[in-house]
């Protein structure tokens, strides 16, 4: 008909899939369409293991929070026997939502609409006026798969889960187990809207090319090497990089004396459950994300014998990140909210027994990461509105957005998987 | 491709329609999709008598209303010959909205944009800069059909009406003559959205399980014995009980004297315009909506004997229901926007003589019915966003929620009429 | 199924096109299906000349501004050597949006993201961490066809341009040189999204029946003979016709004594790129918008010999209309935002030296034409939502309605083209 863009869309979403070319960003349809939305709903947020929240939130029996990834709208609640248990947010009478979105404590589960009774186990209690023969047992809450991976949340809505996520809690549970994030407790949390396709969020997450021209706050806490390796050094950079091995000697030192796993692992997109660990040491004072480098909070988490402990950094596929410092953690959690727009989680952690005020203050405590989060908002905007124009076509990925690359391959695997299966 | 609940929509209505499962409450896709909303709108709005307004807002000659059922617009107006009469509300030169929404009065029906002029019966009687041969007989409003029972206007978008609905209006028109309504006025109107598909507004108002939890202004007025038969009654009940017993004999007795119909009429799923009209004692001192039972308005409707008169309730599908006092009567209409958005009108009418701050005050008369209504709407968001959650599954009515299902029986026969005509 | 209104869209875009009838407005799919919306981007928008901008707004090197066609984001520059240039707003990297919508001035165009950097001939000149091999030449910003007519930009989106523009340039040129628009400045510019299909806003633009009722702001500037031609002249608007005799002797003459032309051209629906330019005299003084017809600018444009210059009026399909006066120039874009929203650009431009509270008053400069606009949008408005209403059928134009004709007639052709092609 004519040789301009074409405007509609896909199609053939398994011939979208199929001419994905290796090495350039994806096309438009991934990030624009509803239907690629759906797929990415069905074969991606609803077949695998999402971070969710963080034991944190429910420290006590019957606290709860809830969370809606896309329609489904999931209980996660502390039950009287002090288990991490995950139900269907609907009730089993005529479908009322039983929690409004948000998270509190319940003695039961009472609907709001005709006052149907759910125990926090999902068992039925009470429904009134009903027939003889009325069948209680088969009208529970309908479960959702859940685990804690010391003390970070994740649920599964498919029936049967990814069967890697084993392996993945073994290799990752060491690196988090000293941070101790059960006895954490939450200092602050903040819900942003970005308008742009949680894939857009992930990638952007994936690099930090855009740190240098971007993220004034937060550059200052890492060295700036950011894609160098050895080889690079400049005599300019000669000062910097010795710096760095410093830095990096105590922190390989701080965590063989405590028995800490100290290696990177890189598994984003060689598995079902991608992720990936690395520990790096930070610059300045290289204890947290204060003003060069110093604490945030005077009261160190868990077992880290020392305030210089670098940044554990942890990567998952899909939708999450987790920073975790001497002094606290900082946790994201990315959801697809319609093909354009996205909501990112972030909650500041820091030990159950540190007192606002005086252990740590709100705004020293979280200044650098709102700023990162509301530049990388604008820069997730401006990627959205660049993708869904006729006139874009993808581009090639620089040396430094192999991560961006990884998140992507893991993505099509799982989309071609979901196909096949 | 996986057994998660699907995300996709029905795909074929008919089948939808089919496997419906008689006592239990209705899949999602009926409450959630575009395609069964637009469905609803030909088949159950486009076809089918709509409670519209009442004569008491169009008193005179030129006094107009407009109605938007869906993207219907109508215009219902009083002729110079006391006529009411409906139109759609488009211009027959390029189309224009002849009436804002709202209501008025008028000499003529002239158009915005180029002041073509029709009267108020729907004659073109002006058109400027025609050539020679137009026809101005050929482009007159488009007529509706429209009819008044006892007061209330009821239009039907289709060309060939329900063959029942004469039949309907003489059954109706001597339970509503003695309250006539013709002679009243309207004292307050409210319009309130409600984020629920139309089906969870009628439904929500079909049963009241809901009520003891959800409307503590409501309850005070009725018996507390909802649900309840003779047999059911406790020793604690038994006050409550025998008070019930006498006010039905006074009531009855009333009816009698003035030889007033008294008989409940139940056909809400056995024909086409399905009705019923039931006439129930109040409490306390038994008149009205006021603080325990006490009258809102000093000034009695038509010819209403006695203060002390119960509730004339009538419900009519598919979409309104009206509670006649002796001394003011409520009527409502639902109108949908969108799949999970619908417009709920509250109309309150008084005698036309009564007046504000003397007879009646506006506060008292609508208290009980502007908080039920937005304890409601609370309740149908609920249910719409519990519906729309691929968690939902439907779970059986209760014994006490056989007027949803007359709904949901004559929804259902509607659709599958209209597939077969 | 049923003999109602159809809710369904057109399903078929060619038979909705094949059944139009000549002489009366168009079926409602055309105003209200996204179908329709995305065929008219398709072979209208992006495949037509558009008037985009003003060169006045980009007076000097590195000035620039953006405009939004549906989803195309274009860049139009003045490049360093004088030249207007037009770029798609796309970055080539990852396809971040390079500029936000708007105007300013640049050295480089920069990408937000990464800083990739092109020059404002789109050369890519920087972009950070690639691999060897890297080819910068084959990633340059994407140009877009660019054309400049007497100070009035006009891009095309198409590869293949429409192969007459150059000649209606060359028929326009000697009309709009006079008033030497690249030598003028923007004195204000409003931006008004009105809620109606674009073409509903063309439509009411292409006649002046309306205007009487509508516009008593604007009516006042013209002679009140709309649709009249000398045989229909009345005794009472005897005094009118000789003033307006009088009025067009005074402009012949003024061009003839300059050699500007002063015919007529009409070449609305002839043609690919449909034009039409007039000069019209105006009422009272004779001069400009403002009381009485007094000027609204004292310095006057270009070459223009005499303050009573009338109206220079240019209608260009798809999307524009220009008024040229002796103090000042009022130019009009539209672009579609969605089936039933659009956007207006309106644009005063004045003699480049012309200072404001000195020359000219902005409130008298553009009181008319803000007022007109305003009118206009509700007038847009109810035609969408009556159009948009089931009950409406196409309607007869009437004998002063040609030029709506026209550009309905020119729109069909151009999508029968767009099919045939």
Known sequence: MNN??????????????????????LEAEFYTSQEVFDLDLAAVFAKHWLFSATEAE????????????????????????????????????????????????????????????????GTLVYAESQPPGFDRSALGLRPVHVRSVAGLIFVCLADETPPDFDEVAAVLEPYIAPFDLVHTKVAHQSDLIEEGNWKLVMENNRECQHCDGAHPELITAYFPLFGYSANDIT?????????????????????SRSNFPRDERRELDTRVTGFQVSHLPLDGSGSSFGPNGEPVCHKLMGNIPDARFGDLSIHMQPNSWFHLLSDHAVVFRVLPLAPGRSLVRTTWLVHEDAREGVDYNLENLTSVWN?????????????????????????????????????????????????ES
């Open 4 to 25: 301009l863009d074409t405007l509609s869309p896909a199609g053939d979403v398994e011939a979208l899939i199929d001419r994905r070319a290796v090495g350039y960003s």
């Open 58 to 121: 429910i420290p006590d029996p019957g606290d709860y929070v809830t969370i809606d990834i896309g329609p489904y709208s999931v209980i996660i609640v502390r039950d009287d026997d002090e288990q991490v248990r995950a139900f269907r947010n609907v009730c089993r009478h005529r479908g009322s939502r039983l929690l409004e979105n948000g998270c509190g404590s319940v003695g039961n589960l009472v609907c709001p609409y005709h006052q149907w009774t759910y125990r926090v186990d």
């Open 235 to 255: 005599p300019r950079m000669r000062p910097v990089f010795e710096r760095y091995q410093t830095a990096q000697e105590h922190l390989t030192k701080a965590c």
């Open 371 to 419: 700023a990162t989060n509301l530049q990388d908002r604008d820069l997730v905007a401006g990627a959205q509105k660049g993708v869904s124009d006729p006139g874009y076509i993808p581009g090639p990925y620089s040396m430094v957005e192999g991560d961006v690359e990884a998140f992507v391959n893991w993505y099509i695997q799982r989309l071609r998987a979901h196909f």
